[in-house]
Structures are given as structure tokens and as C-alpha cells.
């Protein structure tokens, strides 16, 4: 791209370093006017040039007030085109496109209004290269318009025609009926500063039938990306629970809960714990009335893929009420991500295999080869109620009839960004329970919990 600045400060210097000085005395001819000799021309240079007055005509060279008026013009013009020339410097400096053309195009107005149409002219083609990059086509549509009508007030009608021309072609490929509309009524000012009214009117026409228009549906929202996960750095809960009956006889628990999870953007983690002391006055010796309830779980998920996942699970549980001293698993296999809309949404299976040890106050059993089945959902349901349902089966191979079943529902109403009310419903199935045990184990929980 050619150096408009240079290419104008040449044309303005070369008539100036060929003029002559102003021939004329020193001596006042009137208050504050310069008095030349007689018979001198008033010749500022080779662009403005009185001739001498021949010998046989009878107009009188220029004298006194009219050289003085000539030569302070002259003064003023070299200031005007100065301050233009500091202008083009603060243009080349502007990195916004669109505010650049505007104050190139307002430029290339003042030099036309000096007469200095070769230099408005280069100004103006290069306030089009510059509008020609700008990606945005209503933007661009804009700024073309606004160079157009900057041709029009420079004395160049059909240069601003041809711009207002390539403003239609770039409002014709606007999509955004809004934006289209605004750009056609800047384009028909244009046409009306070159009086051509019948376009005028008919790029107003269509920008009203766009503004009549219905807003066209907004595009269905873009499914969020669930794979690779978002991480998240560690989040966990405490959760207080609670039960109490009173009648024939008084019985109750009270659970203290915790668990802490992690998400990278394949990798998940969660580990839960929990205590709990049962109360039952009616129990007799050799039992006491407080027996102990606890549980450790942790579970490991790899994701592979958007669906597929690897899991490990590791499970301990003592429970004094069931007669169970230990019992301890580790289940290791494929998942599969059925849905998701987040870490708190989603539904996940899980099949594996896996070893179990048990040890009760009847025996112990230790179960080499066990399969292992697990569906997890978690939902929020109205907005801000959330839900959970965990479903888990284990069976061993060689032995079938010892099986376990447990299903979990639980219900989170929120009371404030961290603290929540909580309910909880388990049915736990044991197809070979502790001697004096039932099979079904229902357990309700009720409490709050904090999150952090």
C-alpha cells in the first residue's frame, strides 16, 4: 500500500520550493500593509502568478491590500494543510478499522475543500482498503457508506455511486434482518446526499418490510461438550442424620456422615464415610444398647470415552447390629455412561468382577470370583431438588445363593448455596443373613447436611 502521508507532503512542497519572493519595499503604504515598488507583480510562486501589467494595458498589477490579502491566504493554507498532515500520522497509529476509515474519510473532505482533489482521492482509496478488511459485514457495510458520502462532499459523485454500490452488495449478505435494516437506511442517506432520492426510497422501502418482519427463532441452544470432563478441584459434605421411636420401648440412630469428590478431565473420584450409633433399650445382655454401624467406600472411574469408562471400587462395612464384624470388597471393570449433563447429572452402569471377604459372629466366607453390578442416576429435578438412586447387585459365581441387593434413594432439598435438608430411603437384601437377622433391612434417614 502506497505512503499516502509522503505522497502528499511532495505535491504540497514541489510548488513551493520553485516560488520567488514577494518583490516589494519594506516601507508601510497605508496602516499595516506592505507597499511595493511600482510597477511590481505579486508573485507568491508558480501556482499563483500576477502577471505584470503590459505596457499598453490599463489593469494595474495587484498593490498594497490585495498583495498582502494573497500572500496572508496563502500563509493560512500552508497551516491547514500542516494540521492535515499531522492528522494522516494519528490515522496511521489508529488499530480499529472502522474508526480509522471514519477519520481517514473526514481527511480526504478537508483536502478536497483546499482544492487538493489528487489528495483526497488517495485518501479516500485508502480508507477502502482498509474497510475492505473488516471481517463483520455490517460493520464494513457502515464504514463504506460513511467513505461514500465523504466522496460526495469531495466533489466526487460517481467514485461515491461505485462505493454505495459495493455497501448493497455487503448489506445483501447479512443474514441479521436488524442489522441489514440499519445498514440499507445508512446506504439510502448516501444515495440522498447524491440526490439520487428513487434509490433512496427504495432501499428505505426494504428497510422497513425488514423492520415489519417477525423475529426469526432464536437457533437451538448448542449441546454442552461432556467429554473430556470439566475438572474440579476437591468439593466435600458433612451430613448429620437422625432417628428416634418411643413407645413399648425407645430406639434410635444417629448417623455422621462425610464424603469428599474430585473430577479431572478423565478421571473421577469419590470416597464416602459414615458412622452410626444404634439405641435399643430393649436389647438384653449379652448385647449392648448402643451398637455401631460403620461404612468406607471409595470409587475410582477412568473415562475412555464420551460413554465408556474403567472403574475400581473398594467397599469395608462393620455393622454390630447385623452381626457383622467385617466385610470388605474390590470390584474392578468396565462402565458405561448412559447419560450426562454435568458431574451432578448423570446416569452411569457399572459391571465388574471382584473379590468379597466376610467375616460374621456365625463364620466367615471368603469369595474369590464375584460378579458385581451397579446403576447410579443422580438428577436435580425442579430446578433446584436433587435426586439420587443407586441400585447394586453382587453375586458370587460358585455361589449363587449368597447374593446382596441394595437400593438407596436420596432427596436433597436446598435451604441456602451450602446447606441443604435431606432425606433417605435404603432397602438393603441379604439372601443369607447373620443367624436372627432378617433378609430386607429397611433403613429411613432424615438430616442436613453442609457442603463445601
Known amino acids: 500500500?502506497?505512503?499516502?502521508?509522503?505522497?502528499?507532503?511532495?505535491?504540497?512542497?514541489?510548488?513551493?520550493?520553485?516560488?520567488?519572493?514577494?518583490?516589494?519595499?519594506?516601507?508601510?503604504?497605508?496602516?499595516?500593509?506592505?507597499?511595493p515598488a511600482p510597477g511590481a507583480s505579486c508573485q507568491l510562486n508558480e501556482v499563483l502568478t500576477v502577471p505584470e501589467v503590459e505596457a499598453n494595458s490599463l489593469a494595474p498589477a495587484p498593490q498594497g491590500r490585495d498583495c498582502f490579502e494573497l500572500t496572508q491566504g496563502r500563509d493560512l493554507e500552508d497551516r491547514a494543510t500542516e494540521v492535515l498532515l499531522e492528522a494522516l500520522e494519528i490515522a496511521e497509529s489508529i488499530a480499529e478499522p472502522a474508526k480509522k476509515v471514519r477519520f481517514l474519510s473526514n481527511i480526504a473532505v478537508k483536502y478536497a475543500n483546499l482544492g487538493l482533489e489528487s489528495e483526497a482521492n488517495a485518501i479516500l482509496l485508502q480508507a477502502i482498503e482498509v474497510a475492505e478488511a473488516i471481517e463483520t459485514l455490517g460493520d464494513r457495510g457502515s464504514v463504506l457508506a460513511a467513505i461514500a458520502m465523504s466522496a460526495a462532499k469531495s466533489g466526487q459523485p460517481s467514485r461515491a455511486m461505485d462505493i454505495l454500490s459495493g455497501a448493497i452488495d455487503t448489506a445483501n449478505a447479512i443474514e441479521d434482518p436488524q442489522a441489514k435494516e440499519i445498514l440499507l437506511a445508512e446506504i439510502a442517506l448516501g444515495y440522498a446526499e447524491l440526490e439520487e432520492y428513487a434509490i433512496s426510497s427504495d432501499l428505505l422501502a426494504e428497510a422497513r418490510v425488514l423492520a415489519s418482519a417477525p423475529p426469526p427463532p432464536p437457533p437451538p441452544p448448542e449441546e454442552p461438550i461432556f467429554f473430556p470432563l470439566e475438572p474440579t478441584p476437591w468439593t466435600g459434605s458433612v451430613a448429620l442424620y437422625g432417628q428416634l421411636f418411643s413407645g413399648r420401648k425407645s430406639a434410635g440412630f444417629a448417623t455422621l456422615a462425610t464424603a469428599l469428590a474430585r473430577q479431572?478431565?478423565?478421571?473421577?473420584?469419590?470416597?464416602?464415610?459414615?458412622?452410626?450409633?444404634s439405641f435399643d433399650n430393649s436389647r438384653v445382655a449379652p448385647e449392648d444398647e448402643n451398637q455401631l454401624i460403620g461404612q468406607f467406600d471409595a470409587n475410582y472411574r477412568?473415562?475412555?470415552?464420551?460413554?465408556?469408562?474403567?472403574?475400581?471400587?473398594?467397599?469395608?462395612?462393620?455393622?454390630?447390629?447385623?452381626?457383622?464384624?467385617?466385610?470388605?470388597s474390590l470390584y474392578t471393570g468396565p462402565g458405561l455412561t448412559l447419560w450426562r449433563k454435568g458431574p451432578e447429572r448423570s446416569l452411569n452402569m457399572e459391571l465388574g468382577f471382584g473379590i468379597r471377604y466376610e467375616e460374621t459372629i456365625d463364620d466367615s466366607d471368603f469369595e474369590f470370583t464375584v460378579a458385581h453390578y451397579k446403576l447410579n442416576y443422580q438428577n436435580i429435578l425442579f430446578e433446584n431438588l436433587r435426586f439420587g438412586q443407586l441400585l447394586a447387585f453382587t453375586i458370587p459365581i460358585e455361589d449363587s445363593d449368597d447374593y446382596f441387593a441394595e437400593s438407596i434413594t436420596t432427596i436433597g432439598v436446598p435451604l441456602s448455596e451450602r446447606w441443604s435438608f435431606n432425606n433417605g430411603l435404603s432397602f438393603r437384601y441379604d439372601a443369607r443373613p447373620v443367624s436372627g437377622n432378617p433378609n430386607l433391612q429397611v433403613t429411613v434417614d432424615t438430616g442436613i447436611k453442609y457442603e463445601f
Open 264 to 277: 479431572w478431565s478423565t478421571n473421577e473420584i469419590d470416597i464416602g464415610a459414615f458412622v452410626t450409633n
Open 302 to 328: 477412568h473415562h475412555i470415552s464420551e460413554r465408556w469408562l474403567y472403574f475400581v471400587n473398594s467397599h469395608a462395612r462393620r455393622d454390630e447390629v447385623e452381626g457383622i464384624n467385617i466385610r470388605t
Open 1 to 35: 500500500m502506497f505512503n499516502v502521508r509522503l505522497l502528499i507532503a511532495g505535491a504540497l512542497l514541489a510548488p513551493l520550493s520553485l516560488a520567488e519572493p514577494v518583490r516589494g519595499e519594506t516601507g508601510l503604504a497605508g496602516p499595516g500593509l506592505p507597499a
